[in-house]
Protein backbone atom coordinates (compact mmCIF):
# COMPACT_ATOMS: atom_id res chain seq x y z
CA UNK A 1 0.00 0.00 0.00
CA UNK A 2 1.56 3.49 -1.24
CA UNK A 3 -1.63 5.55 -0.94
CA UNK A 4 -0.99 6.65 2.06
CA UNK A 5 2.11 8.82 2.43
CA UNK A 6 3.99 9.20 5.57
CA UNK A 7 6.87 11.44 6.67
CA UNK A 8 9.75 11.56 6.95
CA UNK A 9 10.61 8.51 6.77
CA UNK A 10 12.97 8.10 10.00
CA UNK A 11 13.59 10.55 12.43
CA UNK A 12 16.11 11.29 15.38
CA UNK A 13 15.10 13.50 18.55
CA UNK A 14 16.10 14.53 21.82
CA UNK A 15 13.85 14.51 24.86
CA UNK A 16 13.58 18.57 24.58
CA UNK A 17 12.83 18.61 20.57
CA UNK A 18 9.49 19.39 19.15
CA UNK A 19 8.68 17.46 15.92
CA UNK A 20 6.00 16.75 13.58
CA UNK A 21 4.76 13.61 12.04
CA UNK A 22 2.49 13.74 8.52
CA UNK A 23 0.20 11.97 6.78
CA UNK A 24 -1.23 12.76 3.79
CA UNK A 25 -4.28 10.20 1.45
CA UNK A 26 -5.91 11.18 -1.45
CA UNK A 27 -8.24 8.26 -1.30
CA UNK A 28 -11.41 10.26 -0.25
CA UNK A 29 -11.45 8.33 3.38
CA UNK A 30 -13.16 10.55 6.33
CA UNK A 31 -11.32 8.19 8.89
CA UNK A 32 -7.53 8.59 9.72
CA UNK A 33 -5.60 6.72 12.57
CA UNK A 34 -1.71 6.63 14.15
CA UNK A 35 -0.72 3.34 15.61
CA UNK A 36 2.45 2.78 17.49
CA UNK A 37 4.84 -0.27 16.88
CA UNK A 38 7.84 -1.19 19.31
CA UNK A 39 9.70 -4.17 17.89
CA UNK A 40 8.23 -7.22 17.63
CA UNK A 41 4.71 -6.17 18.39
CA UNK A 42 1.58 -5.66 16.87
CA UNK A 43 0.49 -2.25 16.04
CA UNK A 44 -1.21 -0.68 18.92
CA UNK A 45 -4.08 1.99 18.37
CA UNK A 46 -3.36 5.49 19.07
CA UNK A 47 -5.87 7.94 17.96
CA UNK A 48 -8.66 7.49 15.48
CA UNK A 49 -10.38 10.49 13.30
CA UNK A 50 -13.60 10.20 11.64
CA UNK A 51 -14.76 13.26 9.83
CA UNK A 52 -11.98 15.27 10.83
CA UNK A 53 -12.80 15.46 14.40
CA UNK A 54 -10.96 13.46 17.26
CA UNK A 55 -13.12 10.01 17.82
CA UNK A 56 -10.71 7.84 19.61
CA UNK A 57 -8.14 8.42 22.36
CA UNK A 58 -6.77 5.11 23.75
CA UNK A 59 -5.31 7.16 26.75
CA UNK A 60 -1.66 8.25 24.97
CA UNK A 61 0.40 10.59 27.00
CA UNK A 62 -0.60 14.17 26.00
CA UNK A 63 3.19 14.32 24.68
CA UNK A 64 1.17 13.05 21.36
CA UNK A 65 -1.04 15.65 20.06
CA UNK A 66 -2.56 14.74 17.13
CA UNK A 67 -4.03 16.95 14.27
CA UNK A 68 -6.51 16.67 11.50
CA UNK A 69 -5.62 19.83 9.52
CA UNK A 70 -8.53 18.29 6.75
CA UNK A 71 -9.57 15.14 5.48
CA UNK A 72 -6.58 14.48 3.47
CA UNK A 73 -4.05 15.29 6.19
CA UNK A 74 -3.31 13.78 9.30
CA UNK A 75 -0.36 15.21 12.04
CA UNK A 76 1.30 13.73 15.20
CA UNK A 77 2.97 16.44 16.56
CA UNK A 78 5.79 15.28 19.26
CA UNK A 79 7.18 17.48 22.71
CA UNK A 80 9.57 16.27 25.31
CA UNK A 81 9.70 12.47 24.50
CA UNK A 82 11.44 9.31 26.33
CA UNK A 83 13.63 7.02 24.93
CA UNK A 84 10.80 4.99 25.39
CA UNK A 85 8.57 6.11 22.87
CA UNK A 86 11.03 5.02 20.13
CA UNK A 87 9.21 3.20 17.82
CA UNK A 88 7.70 3.21 14.31
CA UNK A 89 4.38 5.17 14.01
CA UNK A 90 2.02 3.89 11.59
CA UNK A 91 -0.74 5.93 9.72
CA UNK A 92 -3.67 4.66 8.32
CA UNK A 93 -6.87 5.43 6.63
CA UNK A 94 -10.48 4.14 5.60
CA UNK A 95 -13.81 4.81 3.78
CA UNK A 96 -15.32 5.59 7.30
CA UNK A 97 -15.56 3.32 10.33
CA UNK A 98 -18.28 1.16 9.11
CA UNK A 99 -18.47 -2.15 7.89
CA UNK A 100 -16.74 -2.70 4.49
CA UNK A 101 -14.26 -0.30 5.37
CA UNK A 102 -10.70 -1.57 5.54
CA UNK A 103 -7.50 0.02 6.86
CA UNK A 104 -4.42 0.80 4.87
CA UNK A 105 -1.29 1.79 5.66
CA UNK A 106 1.46 3.98 5.23
CA UNK A 107 5.01 3.45 5.27
CA UNK A 108 5.45 4.31 8.46
CA UNK A 109 8.26 6.71 9.87
CA UNK A 110 10.68 5.18 12.54
CA UNK A 111 10.86 7.21 14.95
CA UNK A 112 14.48 7.25 17.60
CA UNK A 113 14.27 9.46 20.60
CA UNK A 114 18.00 10.26 22.17
CA UNK B 1 -12.32 -6.82 24.36
CA UNK B 2 -12.32 -9.12 21.60
CA UNK B 3 -9.32 -11.71 21.73
CA UNK B 4 -7.28 -12.53 18.64
CA UNK B 5 -4.77 -15.45 18.46
CA UNK B 6 -2.36 -16.29 15.68
CA UNK B 7 -0.81 -19.97 15.32
CA UNK B 8 1.74 -20.74 14.49
CA UNK B 9 4.14 -17.73 16.45
CA UNK B 10 7.20 -18.90 14.19
CA UNK B 11 7.62 -20.97 11.17
CA UNK B 12 10.45 -21.71 8.79
CA UNK B 13 9.79 -23.02 4.97
CA UNK B 14 12.47 -24.08 2.42
CA UNK B 15 11.55 -22.00 -0.72
CA UNK B 16 8.75 -23.85 -2.51
CA UNK B 17 7.21 -25.16 0.40
CA UNK B 18 2.97 -24.09 1.08
CA UNK B 19 2.01 -23.57 4.63
CA UNK B 20 -1.47 -22.17 6.52
CA UNK B 21 -1.50 -20.02 8.89
CA UNK B 22 -4.52 -19.69 11.39
CA UNK B 23 -6.12 -16.83 12.65
CA UNK B 24 -8.72 -17.57 15.99
CA UNK B 25 -10.83 -15.21 17.38
CA UNK B 26 -13.04 -14.89 20.38
CA UNK B 27 -15.99 -13.04 19.27
CA UNK B 28 -18.49 -12.06 16.16
CA UNK B 29 -16.48 -9.59 13.86
CA UNK B 30 -17.72 -7.04 10.99
CA UNK B 31 -14.41 -7.02 9.44
CA UNK B 32 -11.13 -8.61 9.31
CA UNK B 33 -8.01 -8.11 7.10
CA UNK B 34 -4.14 -10.34 6.66
CA UNK B 35 -1.44 -8.14 6.51
CA UNK B 36 2.30 -9.36 5.48
CA UNK B 37 4.83 -6.75 7.36
CA UNK B 38 8.39 -6.96 5.33
CA UNK B 39 11.79 -6.50 6.90
CA UNK B 40 11.82 -2.93 6.28
CA UNK B 41 8.55 -2.52 8.63
CA UNK B 42 6.22 -1.80 5.24
CA UNK B 43 2.56 -3.34 6.57
CA UNK B 44 0.67 -4.45 3.24
CA UNK B 45 -2.67 -4.99 2.84
CA UNK B 46 -3.02 -8.88 1.90
CA UNK B 47 -6.61 -9.81 1.97
CA UNK B 48 -10.21 -8.40 3.59
CA UNK B 49 -11.95 -11.07 4.15
CA UNK B 50 -14.53 -10.72 7.16
CA UNK B 51 -16.15 -14.05 5.09
CA UNK B 52 -15.51 -16.61 2.39
CA UNK B 53 -12.57 -17.12 0.33
CA UNK B 54 -10.60 -15.05 -1.93
CA UNK B 55 -7.69 -15.48 -4.19
CA UNK B 56 -4.30 -13.46 -4.93
CA UNK B 57 -1.54 -14.99 -6.44
CA UNK B 58 -0.07 -17.47 -4.70
CA UNK B 59 -2.00 -16.21 -1.72
CA UNK B 60 -5.50 -17.41 -0.84
CA UNK B 61 -7.37 -16.91 2.12
CA UNK B 62 -10.70 -18.33 4.20
CA UNK B 63 -12.34 -16.66 6.82
CA UNK B 64 -15.67 -18.89 8.54
CA UNK B 65 -17.01 -16.17 10.19
CA UNK B 66 -19.64 -18.79 12.44
CA UNK B 67 -16.48 -20.42 13.78
CA UNK B 68 -14.62 -17.49 14.53
CA UNK B 69 -11.26 -18.37 12.83
CA UNK B 70 -9.57 -17.18 9.39
CA UNK B 71 -6.68 -19.06 7.38
CA UNK B 72 -4.41 -17.90 5.25
CA UNK B 73 -2.53 -20.48 2.43
CA UNK B 74 0.95 -19.44 1.09
CA UNK B 75 1.60 -21.19 -1.78
CA UNK B 76 5.21 -22.11 -3.16
CA UNK B 77 6.80 -19.54 -1.19
CA UNK B 78 9.43 -17.28 -1.93
CA UNK B 79 12.27 -15.72 0.06
CA UNK B 80 10.25 -12.58 -0.87
CA UNK B 81 7.32 -13.87 1.55
CA UNK B 82 9.46 -13.65 4.97
CA UNK B 83 8.33 -11.52 7.05
CA UNK B 84 5.62 -11.09 9.92
CA UNK B 85 1.66 -12.06 8.86
CA UNK B 86 -0.82 -10.10 10.46
CA UNK B 87 -4.59 -10.73 11.02
CA UNK B 88 -6.51 -7.70 12.50
CA UNK B 89 -10.42 -7.83 13.35
CA UNK B 90 -12.63 -5.07 14.32
CA UNK B 91 -16.33 -5.32 16.11
CA UNK B 92 -18.40 -2.74 14.99
CA UNK B 93 -20.93 -2.71 17.39
CA UNK B 94 -20.82 -2.39 21.23
CA UNK B 95 -19.78 1.20 21.39
CA UNK B 96 -16.34 0.69 21.09
CA UNK B 97 -14.85 0.58 17.05
CA UNK B 98 -11.35 -0.29 16.22
CA UNK B 99 -8.91 -2.94 14.61
CA UNK B 100 -7.54 -5.07 17.39
CA UNK B 101 -4.52 -7.26 15.75
CA UNK B 102 -2.89 -10.72 16.59
CA UNK B 103 0.82 -11.11 17.59
CA UNK B 104 1.64 -12.36 14.30
CA UNK B 105 2.88 -15.22 12.60
CA UNK B 106 6.85 -14.45 11.91
CA UNK B 107 8.32 -16.70 8.81
CA UNK B 108 11.56 -17.21 7.34
CA UNK B 109 11.99 -18.59 4.03
CA UNK B 110 14.89 -19.87 2.98
CA UNK B 111 16.32 -20.54 -0.27
Known amino acids: DTEVTQTPKHLVMGMTNKKSLKCEQHMGHRAMYWYKQKAKKPPELMFVYSYEKLSINES?????SPECPNSSLLNLHLHALQPEDSALYLCASSQGQGENSPLHFGNGTRLTVT | GIQVEQSPPDLILQEGANSTLRCNFSDSV???QWFHQNPWGQLINLFYIPSGTKQNGRLSA????????SLLYISSSQTTDSGVYFCAVRRISGGYNKLIFGAGTRLAVHP
Do not use: I
Open chain 1, 60 to 64: VPSRF
Open chain 2, 30 to 32: NNL
Open chain 2, 62 to 69: TTVATERY
